[in-house]
């Protein structure tokens, strides 16, 4: 280190006036009124105010500031050189002070920045909680029907929407002209807030809607607490939800009652006057479908869901859409290749609803569509009109599937045959895993069956006679 061999008391103007001389890298002027203060000149011509002062045996060199107008004053250079000799006096380094004063500042200011940040996250999660704690029931239903869409088949998705459903439409039943729809059993829970969908609101909706239409709401009791499980196994509303499913309650399942037991069947002396009502059916197309129901023992929608390119005239074998295993494949018996056979090829619907329109003004006549999905919709109306003239009253379409099962009683039918023309899933292990039959084994049962109810009831038929399925086209009415 450089110094002057005197010191100078500093001013004003000997700050002004020094300088570096040329050849030096930078020149110090002492300070008397404060020995441990200097001015340091560069050859730039810039000057800093200095503290230099022995600490522990060694000496330690502070930059105070640059000195000038936007800088140190000399005064408070003297002051600050002042305060630096005090902590030396003391045996403190003021490096180390500095240094530790920056590090608790930093310190600070990322312990402020980081309490903003947790407040704006505070914020944040209360506002998604009660954003949360306000969803409705009908809002997650909404997301839970959206989710599950693609597993579900379409009867069980329109399960979930009509049971949840406002009501209030007008009526689309025969005769139901001027009325509404009625809110489905759900529908008084989809406004509710999510979180107050507890077991006693839903024993209260139980115990109210078993009283109007329990076997309604006995379905949609089921529904309600496979939802409630899935809303427990997402993260978005566990919280909103007790750890125990509050639909599964005895209390609930007591208010709603146990199903009774289904017990419509056609008993063996009442296929006559049966067939000679349905046959009757002004609609030839619903009059087919409820003897093709009864004649295969399908589901009521596994006939009506039929398309022409099920039908395989060839072998003599129809394609089921099953709910069960996918689709199954059962035979093309006579009398129902017949019913098929004079049906009009109207779309691509087996049991289309279309109507035939004329020729008009040169353009060559066709079919019309009279229904939305172009086929026929559920025939209750007019099965329940030719059951009542037969005095069959309660027998409903599923009862034709189990009339199939008890009729096949009387030719002592197997059991295993019957399960895989009617879909049924096998109930030995045999059955389930040994037994597959072809389709020419079925088709000799079957027929036999057919043969028989057709022969109790009267129908007068002649297998013989009947037109291949895949040849017969009717194009007009």
């Given amino acids: ?56 045996g060694a000496t330690i060199r502070i930059t105070i500031g640059t000195a000038g107008e936007r800088g140190y004053t000399l005064e408070k250079a003297r002051q600050k050189a002042q305060v630096l000799k005090m902590l030396v006096d003391d045996g403190k380094d003021p490096r180390e002070l500095e240094r530790q004063r920056i590090t608790a500042e930093a310190e600070a200011n990322a312990a402020a920045v980081a309490r903003v940040e947790s407040e704006k996250l505070d914020a944040i999660a209360q506002a998604q909680a009660d954003e949360a704690a306000s969803i409705t029931v009908g ?6 029907l959206a989710e599950r869409r693609p597993h579900w088949g379409d009867l069980h998705y329109r399960d979930h929407e009509y049971k949840a459903k406002a009501g209030g439409q007008p009526s689309a039943r025969r005769g139901g002209k001027g009325t509404t729809t009625k809110p489905g059993p759900l529908f008084p829970l989809m406004g509710l807030p999510l979180r107050e969908l507890d077991a006693a609101t839903i024993e209260a909706w139980a115990a109210k809607e078993g009283q109007t239409r329990a076997t309604s709401a006995r379905l949609a009791w089921r529904l309600l607490t496979v939802f409630l499980t899935w809303c427990s196994e997402q993260p978005a509303y566990t919280a909103l939800l007790p750890i125990k499913n509050p639909g599964k309650t005895r209390k609930a399942r007591e208010s709603l009652g146990k199903p009774a037991t289904k017990s419509d069947v056609l008993q063996r002396g009442q296929l006559k006057s049966w067939f000679e009502q349905v046959r009757r059916v002004q609609n030839r197309t619903i009059s087919a479908a409820l003897q093709v129901m009864l004649l295969t023992g399908a589901r009521p929608g596994e006939v009506l869901s039929l398309r022409w390119e099920d039908v395989n005239s060839q072998w003599k074998g129809i394609t089921i859409r099953d709910k069960v295993e996918g689709t199954r ?17 109207a779309n691509d619907w087996i049991f289309a609803s279309a109507r035939w329109v004329n020729p008009i003004r040169g353009k060559p006549g066709a079919w019309a569509n009279t229904s939305a999905s172009g086929r026929i919709a559920v025939p209750n109306n007019p099965h329940t009109r030719a059951c009542n003239v037969a005095c ?3 027998l409903t379409l ?13 030719l002592e039918i197997p059991a295993g045959v019957v399960a895989q023309i009617q879909g049924h899933k096998p109930s030995a292990t045999a059955e389930k895993h040994y037994k597959r039959r072809p389709l020419e084994l079925l088709a000799l049962h079957h027929e036999r069956i057919e043969a028989w109810m057709l022969e109790q009831a009267g129908v007068q038929f002649d297998a013989k006679a009947v037109t291949p399925v895949a040849l017969q086209l009717v194009t007009s009415r």
Avoid at 20 to 28: D, G, R, T, V
Avoid at 139 to 144: C, D, F, G, K
Avoid at 398 to 410: I, P
């Fill in 1 to 56: 280190m450089e110094k002057n061999e005197s010191r100078v008391r500093l001013t004003a103007g000997r700050v002004a006036d020094f300088v570096c001389p040329a050849n030096k890298s930078q020149a110090f002027l002492w300070d008397t009124d404060a020995p441990t203060l200097a001015l340091r000149a560069s050859p730039t011509g810039r000057k800093t105010y200095v503290f230099e002062a022995r600490l522990r």
């Fill in 139 to 144: 809002e997650v239903w909404a997301a839970y």
């Fill in 329 to 345: 494949e059962i035979p093309l018996t006579p009398y129902v290749a017949q019913l098929l056979a004079a049906l009009p090829r």
């Fill in 392 to 394: 069959l009253e309660g």
């Fill in 398 to 410: 599923h009862g034709l599937r189990r009339s199939f099962a008890s009729l096949t009683e009387w």
